[in-house]
């Protein structure tokens, strides 16, 4: 037996031991989700336990390394350990900004107290992030960003408004774009963390089309910051920015995989077999749908090894938000007038239009379809031009 | 193991690429087109592939071959597309040694070594319509004397009129549709009572229409079980289905970057035309549809390579969208072109034929997305 063998068996009767049983049953609502933060109700006393399990095995991020609460596995490992996962339908422990986004950069950009200090938090789901990126002026076009830092010595006064804030409401920290240069757009821009309980925060938040309202206009009205919550140098944030809004885009290309290799049309045979025009729509689905998950597959495979594009996330999240969002359509289709309904306790207060329409934000979020369009011409084919 | 190719399989790609580039490139499609070749391939290059040990890539160790797996098959078919190599390989390397696989020993050692010598071809003779329908098999065969005799008509034999063997599916039980009843026979192609009508077909390849007016062939002919030829035809199909595959992503790939190098290139209003948005757009997103080819392609390899029950599954799903990407990767190839895409002169038409035989040969992007339903329960 090879190393991995034995460590994907081991992995295995672990889970099998230490994930409770409502662990592993389908996610059915958002409650069922676990972000943690200093304000997290846990749904269930298994939920907290679960979490706690694989915090303290450091397997929330099992890739990180042991000092900063991660697991320290290498990629096979890694990969391995959510392979077994998925097969013993585990739920992952826990959701977070901070694993999917921060992290990363903290781990390439931040300082060995930074890491210190912030990653075993977020490992352990202590303290929820979000992330302040776009502004109302400054949306595709991110550089032209305007929230300002005013240097104050051991300080910043922050003053400025932030949009589209997933769950600022519900963080307890943001990491921030702020301009510290008015004369140079790229290399004016500082990458700040700071305390959303800082006097002079405020958020508000924004109803979307599903009806949720998971995202807020957040609002800067001098707010102290202290030096030391910067990561990377100053006026070098940009650099910072990008870095994470690779590992964000990885992070949404994945949802394209919702449902995973599993048949969507197997479900609606019924209503396919009656509609043939659907069915062969289904059909095409199903072909997109395992060539997506063999291509997110090998990108994760030459992502964790140093062998894919630095651009390529750009690509998949393309691929993938388009895809899911063929999913809902199709989904939509087959469930007819049934999937109307909004409200009804059948329905699951009308939990399939409202994951139809969210699926809609997927090409938005974390950058358009179109701008990931102009980065994989520019990035990956070199095509020519500004 | 992790999606992507080892240092070996990449090795093998460093050392075909270059030989193909050189050998068996679209200059020889074009001289053998142009001289109205009869053969429909070069024979010196069949030659050339034996030498390097390809032919015998499937074929085991034990048995004169290198016992590679499908993923090294696929990276000689992947630069046979992209080059547009004209050759029996896919036929007689890869579908034909699956199926001769389940022969007798006897069978085995006098076609294994042959094929990987470079000194036989084989034909498929499995279609009898004109969309492919393996299942869909009515031609006879009865038993006679010491075997059987086959009486009936196969179409789309790719070099079935130069074959020195045909490996064909006739009915010995049950009704034309069914999948049990079918018997896989191995034929040579000089048998008293067959012909062979060979056609050029659009992209510049021979295939013949065969006919077998009363056949007779000894009772070892029989390739795996009488009754139960599905079984070697599967494994057959699978090799070829998957095959063509990888083909097809070498033949979207080299459209894709000729394309590319034009968009780099051409100007009109006073700008090179990469720089227009909207042809931006799309690059990327045929970029992006090749991509999610080549990784179902190299996924459904590696299933069969491991005997994954789930391979016929992922093979059609690999067709299938393989199929659909190369189309892409052609028709953009010719519209980006212009009116210079619409030239002979120019290659990427040659590209936008070898894509429709492709897209054809075992199965098209609907029947294997239909096969993939069916195989869903719907
Ligand atoms: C559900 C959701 C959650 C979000 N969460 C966060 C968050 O937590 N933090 C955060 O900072 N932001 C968040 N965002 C914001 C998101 O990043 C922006 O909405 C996105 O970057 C697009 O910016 P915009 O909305 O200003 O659209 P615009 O930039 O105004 O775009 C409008 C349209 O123009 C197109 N367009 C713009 N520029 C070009 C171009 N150069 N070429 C071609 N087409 C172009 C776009 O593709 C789009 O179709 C979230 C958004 C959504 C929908």
């Known amino acids: 037996m090879t190393d991995l063998d034995t460590f994907r068996k081991e992995a295995r009767s672990w889970l099998e031991a230490n994930c409770p049983p409502e662990m592993r049953q389908p996610v059915k609502g958002d409650d069922d989700v676990c972000w943690g933060g200093r304000n997290w ?67 390439k950009f931040g300082t060995e107290e930074q890491k210190l200090h912030y990653l075993p938090q977020i490992a352990r789901g202590e303290i929820r992030w979000c992330q302040g990126y776009s502004e109302p002026g400054s949306g595709s076009d ?40 008015k004369e140079d757009k790229y290399q004016g821009i500082s990458f700040l963390l700071f305390d959303m309980t800082t006097p002079g925060v405020t958020t508000k938040p924004i109803l979307l089309i599903s009806g949720a309202s998971p995202f807020c206009e957040t609002f800067f009205d001098n707010v102290a910051v202290p030096k030391h919550q910067i990561v990377g140098e100053l006026n070098r944030g940009w650099d ?128 358009t379809s179109e701008v990931m369009l102009n980065v994989v011409s520019k990035r990956i084919l070199e095509m020519p031009g500004a | 193991m992790g999606l992507y190719h080892t240092e070996d399989q990449a090795m093998l790609k460093d050392s075909v690429a270059p030989f193909l580039a050189e050998n068996g490139s679209i200059k020889q499609l074009r001289s053998l087109r142009d001289s109205n070749d009869a053969t429909g391939f070069a024979r010196d290059l069949w030659s050339q592939f034996a030498e390097m040990g390809l032919n015998g890539i499937l074929i085991p160790e034990a048995e004169g071959g290198l016992g590679l797996g499908h993923v090294e098959a696929g990276i000689v078919l992947e630069e046979i597309g992209r080059n547009l190599t004209a050759s029996p390989f896919l036929s007689t390397a890869v579908a034909a040694v699956e199926a001769l696989k389940s022969a007798s020993a006897d069978m085995r050692a006098q076609w294994f070594p042959k094929i990987a010598g470079g000194e036989a071809v084989i034909g498929l003779a499995l279609e009898e319509g004109k969309k492919h329908n393996p299942a869909a098999t009515a031609l006879k065969a009865e038993r006679s004397g010491n075997g059987f005799k086959l009486t009936g008509a196969k179409t789309f034999v790719v070099h079935g009129h130069v074959a020195d063997l045909l490996l064909v599916s006739a009915r ?3 009704a034309a549709g069914e999948e049990a009843g079918i018997t896989l026979f191995a034929v040579p192609r000089d048998a008293a009572g067959l012909t062979a009508e060979a056609d050029r077909l659009v992209d510049s390849s021979m295939s013949a229409r065969i006919t077998l007016d009363g056949v007779q062939v000894d009772a070892d002919a029989v390739i795996g079980e009488v009754d139960a030829g599905w079984a070697p035809l599967t494994a057959l199909l699978n090799a070829g289905r998957l095959g063509a595959s990888a083909e097809l992503v070498g033949v979207g790939t080299g459209a894709m970057d000729m394309t590319f190098d034009y968009l780099k290139q051409r100007k009109q209003f006073g700008k090179v035309i990469g720089e227009f948005q909207a042809l931006q757009h799309r690059a990327a997103h045929l970029y992006g549809e090749m991509e999610g080819a080549r990784s179902i392609v ?40 212009g009116g210079m895409g619409m030239t ?32 869903n329960g719907y």
């Not at chain 1, 697991?71 to 977070?96: D, F, H, I, V, W």
């Not at chain 1, 077999?273 to 062969?280: F, G, I, S, T, Y």
């Not at chain 1, 095409?284 to 997110?296: C, D, G, T, Y």
Request: with cysteine; aromatic share 10%; hydrophobic share 40%.
């Open chain 1, 41 to 107: 109700v846990f749904s269930s006393p298994a939920q907290k336990q679960w979490l706690d399990v694989m915090a303290a095995k450091g397997w929330t991020v099992p890739d990180w390394p042991v000092a900063y609460g991660g697991g320290g596995l290498s990629p096979e490992q890694t990969k391995a350990l959510r392979q077994e996962m998925a097969k013993l339908n585990c739920r992952s422990p826990l959701n977070s900004f901070g694993i999917w986004m921060l992290g990363p950069a903290l781990l």
């Open chain 2, 298 to 337: 190299l996924k459904a390899q590696q299933m069969l390579d491991d005997g994954d029950p789930r391979g016929e599954m992922f093979v059609s799903a690999a067709k299938a969208k393989a199929a659909k990407s190369t189309n892409l990767a052609v028709r953009e190839g010719v519209q980006m072109h």
């Open chain 1, 240 to 367: 910072v920015a990008k870095y994470l809004l690779g590992h964000e885009r990885e992070m949404i290309s994945g949802m394209g995989g919702d449902g995973g290799m599993a048949s969507l049309g197997s479900f609606y045979a019924d209503v396919l077999n009656d509609n043939p025009v659907l069915r062969a729509e289904m059909a095409m689905f199903e072909v997109e749908n395992l060539a997506f998950r063999a291509h997110s597959e090998r990108f994760m495979d030459e992502w964790k090894t140093g062998r894919a594009h630095p651009a390529y996330s750009n690509l998949m999240k393309y691929v993938g938000t388009e895809l899911n969002k063929k999913r809902h359509e199709i989904v939509m289709a087959a469930g007819g007038s049934d999937a109307l309904e909004w409200e009804s306790a059948r329905t699951n207060g009308g939990a399939r239009p409202r994951a139809w329409l969210r699926t809609k934000a997927n090409s938005i979020e974390g950058g």
């Open chain 1, 142 to 181: 991110l550089v032209s960003l305007q929230t300002f830092g005013e240097d104050k010595g051991d300080h910043w006064v922050v003053n400025g408004q932030k949009i589209w804030t997933s769950y600022a409401d519900k963080a307890d920290w943001i990491f921030c774009l702020v301009r510290t240069n």
């Open chain 2, 172 to 174: 010995t039980a049950g």
């Open chain 2, 344 to 375: 002979d002169a120019y290659d990427i038409g040659l590209y936008m034929k070898r894509d429709r035989a492709l897209n054809e040969v075992f199965g098209d992007l609907y029947f294997h997305a239909d096969k993939l339903a069916k195989m």
